[in-house]
């Protein structure tokens, strides 16, 4: 069935390190979407893609990279750059062809630096 | 450039008892708007969503918002919230015009905790 995968569900990465976060869809959306969750303050918006082989920076994309090479898939790197990077990191999708402005969400991805 | 503020970090209330959770918006263009829930450790679920047409909208679970464009407002409410009600809820707006890139703004978020 349809839907947004994200991999691993929790991760650990030690200071200094680059690691990076899957994210997949099968449901045929061209727009993919990463944010960042802390407590207390909501999503904000780390990057999106409205089609393959095209991105753009959103609120906080300083120490965070991003590649669309497939329609499917939309990775998510945090570099040792991103000095405060423990986080919840949630991917989402959009259909333009709906034409309307619904993002469907992955399940998420808890990132802690040890 | 939007904004959205949920005035209420926190709901408690009891089983059965009706709810609202209370969300304001600023922006200088048209807007659509959304309302998603998150259960622990999950991503987000959407609730309900305006985009144009009758301001009262129906959502999942029950759950249902209002639109008033003169305060700004797009409350949710239910009339009777259950146990499994328990959750973070978020509203959202996003800038109707077609370039502007279709992303969403969040409020805070307003975690309902529902008490036996």
């Known amino acids: 069935d349809g839907g947004i995968t994200q991999s691993p569900k929790y991760l650990f990465r030690k200071e200094g390190q680059n690691v990076t976060l899957s994210c997949e869809q099968n449901?045929?959306?061209?727009?993919m979407y990463w944010y960042r969750q802390d407590p207390g303050q909501g999503l904000r918006l780390i990057y999106y893609s409205q089609i393959v082989n095209d991105f753009q920076k959103g609120d906080i994309a300083e120490g965070y990279s991003v590649s669309r090479e497939k329609k499917e898939s939309f990775p998510l790197t945090v570099t040792s750059a991103q000095k405060n990077p423990t986080a919840f990191y949630l991917c989402a999708s959009k259909s333009r062809r709906e034409g309307l402005d619904t993002q469907y969400f992955g399940p998420g991805t808890r990132l802690t630096v040890l | 450039a939007q904004s959205v503020t949920q005035l209420d970090s926190q709901v408690p209330v009891f089983e059965e008892a009706p709810v609202e959770l209370r969300c304001n918006y600023s922006s200088s263009v048209s807007v659509y708007l959304f309302w998603y829930v998150q259960y622990p450790n999950q991503g987000l679920q959407l609730l309900l969503k305006y985009l144009s047409g009758s301001t009262l909208v129906k959502g999942i679970n029950g759950f249902e918002a209002e639109f008033n464009k003169s305060q700004t407002s797009f409350h949710l409410r239910k009339p009777s919230v259950h146990i499994s009600d328990t959750a973070e809820y978020f509203c959202?707006?996003?800038?109707?015009?077609?370039?502007?890139?279709?992303?969403?703004?969040f409020g805070g978020g307003t975690r309902l905790m529902v008490k036996p």
């Open positions: 449901l045929n959306h061209d727009a």
């Open positions: 959202a707006v996003s800038d109707r015009r077609n370039n502007a890139g279709n992303m969403l703004t």
